[in-house]
């Protein structure tokens, strides 16, 4: 498997992007029945050299050798942000990104200065879910009762300004408070990843946690073991205001996905999907998404995140504009009309 993975990530001095191959300004109706079998050599930029993304990338490349024989996936790391900008900037064919952010680069708001347009989807993986958990002890079940009662808490939100610390300030945002205020009556953050919050939870430096992630999040499963948690309700009038105005998508922590979650959880979610440059040629990005499409059962075996990965669930929540190849092929399998 590393063997493979390695050639499928190598550079090849013959490498020739697709968005730039004499196919790349074929109509979708004059390449109907004229795609063949011949194999794709693309770019794709993932996230960190680690987790999910990455290893949903290489099953990408794994998907795309088995149905196009020879084909050769680029695989480099990023970030969430840059790969948007890179993504329309055309240095890369393909990129990993969350759709809150694709949102944001098309209409150049959020955390994008200026539009960054030149960005098109090509299918959805699954939704990350908003989480504020907090130490039982408190005795509170919503945001508005730690806002009222302006709780003293030591809370974890991710990395500074990374996507899940934004997450938690356009939260804030909706209900018109800032970290600022928050510092002021006594709160404490810290700026860590989810891989770290679970052990310092564990350890008893937090007392609350914001993340955004897929769910059930193992470390949390772990925490909830030894620590009497509660998951807290962070109000519907707030999620509609970070979707409305952020492209964030309605979401829910489902009764049952941790222990102390006995009923289902109304949430805001960033889907994370794979997006294409919006001039990459009709074939390439019909290709790769066929490639996926007819791999499912490969797919949903690579993390628990993607067991009810299906053609329809791919099709939704891209909150931007599907690349005309990617909907060739949703076409052709009866998906979309």
């Known amino acids: ?11 090849s001095s013959s490498y020739t992007s697709p968005a730039t191959s004499p196919q790349a300004k074929l109509d979708p109706s004059d390449i109907d029945g004229m795609i063949g079998d011949s194999p794709v050599t693309a770019t ?28 050769i996936l680029h695989i480099t790391p990023g970030v969430p942000v840059a790969n948007a900008i890179r993504l329309s900037a055309g240095e890369t064919d393909f990129a990993m990104l969350h759709n809150n952010l694709a949102y944001e680069a098309i209409t150049g708001t959020g955390m994008f200065d200026q539009k960054h347009e030149n960005i098109a989807g090509v299918a959805s993986f699954y939704p990350s879910q908003s989480h504020l958990i907090l130490d039982k002890r408190f005795g509170v079940s919503s945001l508005q009762e730690i806002i009222d009662k302006k709780l003293k808490l030591s809370i974890a939100v991710g990395s500074f300004e990374g996507s899940g610390h934004m997450a938690f300030l356009r939260l804030m945002e909706a209900y018109g408070i800032t970290s600022d205020d928050m510092e002021g009556w006594g709160v404490k953050f810290h700026y860590v990843n989810v891989d770290k919050i679970a052990q310092m939870f564990a350890d008893g430096t937090l007392d609350a946690m914001f993340f955004v992630a897929s769910v059930p999040t193992p470390g949390i499963v ?6 009497e948690l509660a998951i807290i309700n962070i109000g519907q009038q707030a999620i509609d205001f970070v979707c409305e105005k952020y492209g964030y998508s309605q979401g829910q922590i489902p009764k049952g996905s941790y222990n102390f979650v006995d009923r289902d959880i109304a949430a805001f979610s960033s889907v994370t999907m794979l997006g294409a440059n919006k001039d990459l040629s009709v074939e390439a990005v019909y290709k790769m998404t066929k490639a996926i499409g007819d791999n499912l059962d490969y797919m949903r075996i690579i993390h628990g995140a993607l067991n009810d990965l299906s053609l329809e669930s791919m099709t939704k ?18 998906v979309l009309d």
Do not use: D
């Not at 772990?222 to 620590?227: I, L, M, Q, T």
């Not at 929540?317 to 009866?334: K, L």
């Open 1 to 11: 498997l590393l063997a493979l993975c390695l050639m499928l990530t190598a550079c």
């Open 44 to 71: 794709l930029l993932q996230g960190v050299p680690s987790g999910l993304w990455y290893m949903i990338s290489n099953g990408i490349a794994e998907c795309l050798n088995t149905s196009y024989k020879g084909s």
């Open 222 to 227: 772990e925490v909830s073991v030894n620590r």
């Open 317 to 334: 929540y891209m909150m931007v504009p599907m690349h005309p190849g990617a909907e060739m092929y949703y076409r052709e399998m009866g």
